[in-house]
């Protein structure tokens, strides 16, 4: 807690070492005002935007390396444990070290809202019911969200093996261990945190405002810039989708598209803009989004290579040569115009800083997803209209409609679309594992097999954590 109180900038870490300074708080202190209750929550969501989280491995970085997303051959000179990753060493040291830290981290955050939660229990009487309600909820997700991601990276696929056992459910705050416990079990924690979240924000701010039509960016993401009864409802969805329940997946996706809380971006009033009013990260499809003004100079040492006053870096990390050809070499599709940069083919998606109108961030859930999720639901299930939903995805994207229209849908159809639109997202990676299909890369084809799709447990978590 103290680490996520640092990092919202109450104190400097340094400053805690002092004796009762006049920036700092203890813990009763912090949370004895409604106030104080807001502050710890800011700090769980400026942990979650750190770079070793979503800042970058969780999105741009370490998952999208593993998803074959940059260029395969020029990863052996530059970012070295980035190009054991690309291999799927786990193994070796540097990767290893990132891995724990994500583990580490991850586990850290969740410590974090269950200590909120703890106080929650003992003050709850003294705050407001509302904002009670609302931090209940907004922690309740995001203990969903982070166990989410966590169970996809360290276990197996829940439909192919379900009993396995997976990573603990932490529920309380203390240093306690948590068992671990089956990935269905945690599956099941999971629904069952979102179902509670849901219930909690179910007078969430967000239902008496229509984020994409204020003017003012910075007030829109008062209700998406951090956790919302929309984005429980979609990362329900993902779930169901990933455990095959196509019915209900496609039930929750419905609901947030038919919300009217959100719009496929407009390509006349975001794209066809002067360049400081640009939406290059189309937030008005946004569902839940994290601010960081560090993600521009992550994602500027990343994809442009460091510069400073002295020294100017050629460790520059590409994308995949075939990146025309992954966007059929259609300058129309708006995501590769403004995404990336002409014959470098560097991601420059968050790093372009002349954007004054949309502060930067990550986008962690958006409503396209929604449409695939409905596609492929419809599609599962047989249903007649699962391309058209694919379709108006598309048409958001590509003005032309003799090249935005797919004529057929199938998985392979799904997948080719999935890497258009999230590239530099950190999705791709667990999609491939969720639908046991081969990683695509210019090269090669990387079978899907646990050796891949599974992380490694921490050394530390091995010999104390508690696994049968």
Same mark, same amino acid.
């Given at each position: ?333 708006? /995501? ?6 002409? $014959?470098?083919? %560097?991601?420059? =998606?968050?790093? *372009?800083?002349? @954007? ?62 999935? /890497? ?6 950190? $999705?791709?990676? %667990?999609?491939? =594992?969720?639908? *046991?299909?081969? @990683? ?29």
């Amino acid at each position: 807690m103290i680490a996520g109180v640092c990092m919202f900038g109450l104190a400097s870490c340094n400053d805690w070492l002092k004796v009762e300074p006049e920036t700092s708080v203890d813990e009763e202190k912090l949370f004895s005002t409604e106030q104080g209750f807001k502050d710890a929550m800011a700090g769980v969501y400026a942990d979650m935007s750190s770079a070793n989280l979503y800042g970058q491995e969780l999105t741009f970085g370490l998952l999208d390396v593993l998803a074959q997303v940059y260029d395969y051959e020029t990863m052996a000179t530059v970012y070295h444990e980035y190009h054991y990753a690309k291999d799927y060493h786990y193994d070796n040291s540097g990767v290893r070290s990132r891995v724990t830290s994500i583990w580490n981290n991850m586990y850290g955050v969740i410590a974090e809202v269950n200590n909120i939660l703890r106080w929650l229990d003992k003050k709850a009487s003294s705050l407001p019911a509302a904002t009670a309600r609302q931090i209940k909820g907004e922690c309740l997700f995001v203990r969903a969200y982070l166990h989410y991601d966590l169970l996809r990276m360290f276990a197996p696929d829940v439909k192919l093996d379900p009993q396995s056992t997976a990573i603990p459910y932490v529920e309380t705050f203390g240093v306690k261990s948590t068992p671990a416990i089956s990935v269905k079990s945690v599956i099941d924690k999971i629904k069952g945190d979102l179902k509670m979240a849901k219930q909690e924000l179910e007078n969430d701010p967000i239902k008496n405002a229509v984020p994409f039509e204020i003017v003012n960016k910075t007030d829109a993401d008062r209700y998406v810039a951090r956790a919302n009864y929309y984005a429980a409802e979609a990362l329900l969805a993902r779930v169901l989708l990933d455990e095959g329940q196509y019915e209900e997946s496609l039930r929750s996706a419905g609901n947030v598209i038919q919300s009217g809380k959100f719009r496929l971006v407009d390509i006349n009033s975001s794209i066809n803009v002067q360049p400081d009013s640009l939406d290059i990260l189309f937030n008005d499809e946004h569902i839940f989004s994290l601010r960081n003004k560090e993600i521009l100079t992550n994602a500027r040492n990343l994809h442009l290579g460091k510069v400073t006053q002295t020294t100017s870096s050629g460790a520059a990390l590409p994308l995949t040569t075939d990146i025309n050809d992954l966007f059929d070499n259609n300058n129309d599709d708006i /995501r590769f115009s403004t995404w990336v940069k002409p $014959q470098s083919k %560097y991601l420059v =998606k968050y790093t *372009n800083e002349d @954007i004054k109108r949309f502060y930067p961030k990550q986008v962690l859930i958006k409503l396209s997803e929604m449409y695939l999720i409905a596609a492929e639901c419809k599609m599962r299930l047989g249903q007649n209209d699962a391309l058209e939903s694919l379709n108006i995805l598309r048409r958001s994207r590509i003005p032309n409609s003799t090249t935005s229209d797919k004529t057929s849908i199938n998985q392979d159809v799904l997948i080719a679309e999935m /890497r258009r639109e999230f590239i530099g997202e950190g $999705q791709l990676f %667990y999609e491939y =594992k969720r639908l *046991n299909s081969p @990683i695509l890369n210019i090269l090669i084809q990387i079978e899907p097999n646990n050796s891949v799709f599974v992380f490694p447990l921490p050394e530390a978590e091995k010999e104390y954590g508690i696994y049968q």
